[in-house]
């Protein structure tokens, strides 16, 4: 029986793509960009660059755009990531589904913990602008616990703070690398969210469960329940 729900955080419960639409007018002002490069422009390549090269790391994304002549004088790859984690935390699109979805699983007596990468502060920012804390028994932010994600650690530990079997639980998250294969090694169900819509790990095995978002959680936790009853 799946009586915990754990989710990761970005490309999962907020929508990463309309909160990046909201710095590009920073960004263009920050950095010097090659004439024709429009805000609508910059808003496609880095969204592209987003879907085919987040999973294999900021370095991978930095690299794309360069190659695409977006920057007039190129920035250091440090620079690129201050600018991003600097103004990352300024906003946070929800996703309309996703407050109605952790309430619904709520209600239903689930326990719901969130496990995600990144600096304590900017995390927690992006979490009070969401105003989603008050449904999470537990939240594991890396910067906070010393340990990122894919180690299983932060898995582990959550379980034992929601007092649950990793087998009563299934991990909601967007990256093969990072929530589907640690979760399974865990012994968690994983759910893959399809935000990038892509699969650049072919070495690491599908899950059962693909969802186009997060709205379709309890609809698989309900399939889940149903087949084990």
């Known amino acids: 029986m799946i009586k915990g729900a754990v989710f990761d955080l970005d490309h999962t419960l907020f929508d990463r793509y309309e909160t990046q639409k909201l710095c590009v007018n920073g960004f263009c002002q920050h950095f010097d960009v090659s004439e024709g490069m429009t805000d609508e422009k910059i808003c496609h390549i880095l969204e592209y660059a987003d879907k085919t090269h987040n999973h294999l790391g900021w370095e991978n994304i930095f690299e794309y755009i360069v190659n695409l002549g977006v920057f007039k004088n190129a920035p250091t790859f440090e620079d690129y990531c201050a600018f991003i984690k600097g103004n990352f935390h300024l906003y946070a699109v929800p996703y309309d589904f996703t407050e109605l979805m952790l309430k619904n699983l709520k209600d239903k007596g689930l326990k719901l913990g969130l496990i995600t990468n990144g600096p304590s502060q900017l995390q927690r920012k992006k979490l009070e602008m969401l105003d989603l804390e008050k449904y999470f028994d537990e939240i594991i932010i890396s910067g906070e616990l010393g340990v990122d994600k894919p180690e299983l650690k932060p898995f582990e530990v959550m379980a034992e703070r929601l007092n649950l079997k990793p087998s009563e639980l299934v991990y909601v998250g967007d990256n093969p690398k990072n929530d589907v294969e640690p979760s399974r090694k865990a012994g968690y169900t994983p759910i893959w969210v ?9 070495e690491i095995k599908v899950p ?10 309890p609809e698989v936790i309900e399939k889940l329940n149903n087949r084990r009853s």
């Open 194 to 202: 399809m935000t990038t819509g892509f699969w650049l790990f072919p």
């Open 208 to 217: 059962e469960f693909c969802i186009k978002d997060v709205s379709l959680v």
